[in-house]
């Protein structure tokens, strides 16, 4: 089966992702994708939320922080920054603290609380699943392409989000049970209840945040994983783990891309030993990968003479993963 | 609702009262159980989202946060009580 008829065979999906180790083309490989669906005329995104702004990169645009920004038709890229929200979003609780209780200045232990909490690990990821879920939830494209931050990342989270969601079930009882409490109180004392709890309503809040963003990556219809690969014995070993441990958290996967393989032609030629060995080895780590993920290979992608910058080169490679001319 | 059930319970004449008279002392002792009960959860409620602030690690500080301005008037008296008890777990219940 070739990528496109993989990609374009259920109606229902909307989100594409690519995970992979670092370094072997998820960034080309979602720019590329972007622009063959905006070429077909569909409305695409493509985010990131990595902080080394790859997508600037490639696009050769600054687009860092700067929201949705329209590369060609169809063609929207945006890229995260993280910090900067985790910034805002502080900004955010300091003021709805001040509002609410009429403070000039937030009190010191709640001051050095907030401040802290950007020290945690979990909040840049925390942040960029919710970033995330904004973009989502926004709504306005045909298609969502992330390209995803590196696997363990990904997985980082996706084990939180159980363990988050968990958690969330515990304190949401408890505040449950507090709210009989109560009412029982009020009863006894012959009074009403009255305010609402708006802590209980935050809490739905969240549980609903979580809740998307874990969906977002293992919807069966919605969503479609593929693991970009090279021909190489170590990479493929890592996938082949990674692609477990992603199974376990049921994350669809669609199949396995193939980048950078040197054409077999040149064997025929004058090459020097150095690309022969090169080649060689790479047919090697085909034939490996063939047996282990056989079908589930959609694309083989050819190593190109230059690096993938500019609407130009996107364009090449995307004609070399769906196999037709865009021109 | 409750007042109405409470006229309807005194039209009994000295029967009526002591009847009442013994569930109102019950639903005070009740009630301040209650109010006692309800405290703890609280103090339980902070300890469990924004337990970090004594040093216990907490899980997801992303989300905790949202829930921080709730509970600004409740911190120092929990943070008092917290760190009073002779072990702290005796103050979960």
């Known amino acids: 089966m070739s990528f496109a008829d993989e990609l374009l065979r259920y109606p229902e999906r909307r989100y594409i992702m690519f ?8 960034t080309s490989f979602s720019a590329a994708t972007a622009y063959y669906l905006a070429k077909k005329g569909k409305k695409v995104l493509v985010f990131s939320v990595d902080p080394q ?13 700067k929201g949705n920004v329209e590369i060609m038709p169809n063609l929207f890229a945006c890229e995260v920054d993280a910090d900067r929200r985790i910034r805002d979003y502080q ?18 232990e709640i001051e050095s609380y907030i401040k802290a909490s950007s020290a945690e690990p979990a909040m840049e990821e925390s942040a960029i699943f919710d970033a995330v879920v ?27 989000a159980s363990i988050y969601d968990a958690w969330l079930e515990k304190i949401t009882q408890l505040r449950e049970q507090m709210r ?5 109180i009020a009863t006894m004392k012959r009074e009403e209840v009255t305010e609402e709890d708006q802590i209980y309503k935050e809490l739905l809040y969240i549980k609903n945040r979580i809740g998307t963003s874990s969906k977002i990556m293992t919807d069966k219809e919605k969503t479609a994983f593929f693991f970009v690969i090279t021909p190489e014995r170590m990479t493929i070993a890592d996938t082949e783990k990674a692609a477990t441990l992603f199974r376990r958290y049921n994350v669809p996967i669609a199949g396995y891309l193939v980048n950078r393989v040197i054409d077999k032609g040149l064997l025929e030629r ?10 060689l080895s790479q047919d090697e780590a085909m034939k490996e990968i063939k ?6 290979v959609i694309a083989t992608v050819p190593e190109f003479d230059s690096e993938i910058k500019g609407l130009e080169s996107i364009r090449r490679l995307a004609e070399a993963m769906f196999e037709e001319s865009l021109r | 609702m409750g007042d109405k059930k409470g006229k309807k319970k005194r039209s009994g004449g000295i029967l009526g009262f002591l009847r009442d008279f013994t569930y109102g002392m019950a639903t005070h002792g009740m009630a301040r159980h209650a109010l006692k009960t309800r405290s703890s959860m609280e103090h339980l409620f902070i300890l469990i989202t924004m337990g970090d602030m004594l040093g216990i690690p907490i899980l997801p500080p992303y989300y905790s946060l949202r829930l921080l301005p709730y509970v600004v008037p409740q911190i120092t008296t929990w943070k008092r009580r917290m760190l009073r008890e002779k072990d702290f777990v005796d103050s979960l219940y």
Do not use: C, T, W
Not at chain 1, 91 to 108: A, S, T
Not at chain 1, 137 to 157: C, Q
Not at chain 1, 180 to 184: L, S
Not at chain 1, 291 to 296: A, N
């Open chain 1, 91 to 108: 900004e955010e609780i300091r003021k709805k603290i001040m509002d609410m209780y009429g403070m000039k200045k937030i009190p010191e």
């Open chain 1, 180 to 184: 009989e409490y109560d009412k029982a």
């Open chain 1, 134 to 160: 904004d973009i989502i939830v926004e709504g306005g494209f045909d298609y969502y392409i992330y390209d995803l931050v590196p696997l363990g990342h990904a997985l980082y989270y996706l084990s939180m």
């Open chain 1, 19 to 26: 995970g992979g180790k670092g370094g072997l083309g998820k």
């Open chain 1, 291 to 296: 047996d282990r993920f056989g079908d589930q």
């Open chain 1, 270 to 279: 004058d090459i020097p030993d150095y690309l022969r060995n090169r080649i």
């Open chain 1, 53 to 65: 702004a790859s997508l600037s990169d490639i696009f050769e645009r600054d687009i860092f922080g």
